[in-house]
């Protein structure tokens, strides 16, 4: 078995840390991860910013050089940022442009086209939302029509599966993200929406796991290798996301 984490998260305190909601995560270095995932196979990943680190670049750059080249970035930038200084973050291994619906912290919606646009026309990359499904009606025409996108945490609420199922259809990449965060019948979502498109689901253990209701746990892998053969679960673990990211 092998994995590619397609989210995690590292909290470094030596760069800005914003509360966000009245939350302050913990610290979570790249030690911690690697103690934490020492005894699984993982051969490459996506770090991803949270809300509480703004458009903060420095710990990101840090802890993409501390993981080295199988691992890549997915940040949040505003709208405003240059073309220099996308390059600048993809040429250290940035790869991907989060919205934070959620919980904020990130562009909002409204940039969205734009910017989806401009970045992947720029470096390629594709643009990741944390958002509830539910609310992706509003929003399906625009989403549909962009070049490249993912959604957290298989869309977070049972409502909003069927909405999500619709954008799978329609080439939307799906994170099989933060079971222990999610409202959802995660086995039938998880196989929803590989049925809806094979290439479209997306392991990662979402570390350090933060305001989730419960932890990552070891379980969360051997659910997708229970639900799905050897061949489909290899997709899911590891190379649907790798193609993803390194495409």
């Known amino acids: 078995m092998r994995i590619f984490d397609a989210h995690f998260h590292i909290i470094d305190f030596d760069f800005p840390i914003i509360e966000n909601q009245r939350y302050t995560p913990p610290s979570y270095v790249v030690t911690n991860y690697e103690h934490e995932t020492a005894h699984l196979n993982v051969l490459g990943g996506a770090i991803v910013s949270g809300s509480f680190q703004g458009f903060d670049q420095g710990y990101l750059l840090k802890a993409l050089k501390q993981m080295g080249p199988a691992f890549c970035g997915v940040t949040q930038l505003p709208f405003t940022v240059t073309d220099d200084e996308i390059l600048n973050l993809h040429n250290?291994?940035?790869r991907a442009l989060r919205f934070n619906i959620k919980r904020g912290g990130s562009e909002d919606l409204s940039k969205l086209d734009y910017f989806a646009r401009r970045v992947y026309d720029l470096v390629g990359w594709h643009?990741?939302?944390?958002i509830d499904a539910k609310?992706?009606?509003e929003i399906a025409s625009t989403i549909e029509k962009l070049p490249a996108i993912s959604i957290d945490h298989l869309g977070l609420s049972?409502?909003?599966?069927?909405h999500l199922l619709n954008l799978v259809d329609k080439g939307i990449h799906v994170k099989a993200t933060g079971f222990g965060r999610v409202e959802l019948n995660v086995e039938n979502a998880m196989k929803s929406i590989y049925s809806a498109n094979p290439d479209a689901l997306m392991f990662g253990t979402d570390l350090p796991s933060t305001r989730a209701k419960r932890p990552f746990e070891v379980a969360d892998i051997e659910l997708i290798q229970q639900l799905f053969d050897e061949k489909a679960a290899d997709k899911i673990l590891y190379s649907n996301a790798f193609k993803?990211?390194?495409?």
């Open 92 to 94: 250290n291994g940035v």
């Open 127 to 130: 643009s990741e939302l944390y």
């Open 135 to 137: 609310e992706l009606p």
């Open 158 to 162: 049972e409502e909003g599966l069927p």
């Open 244 to 247: 993803w990211y390194f495409k």
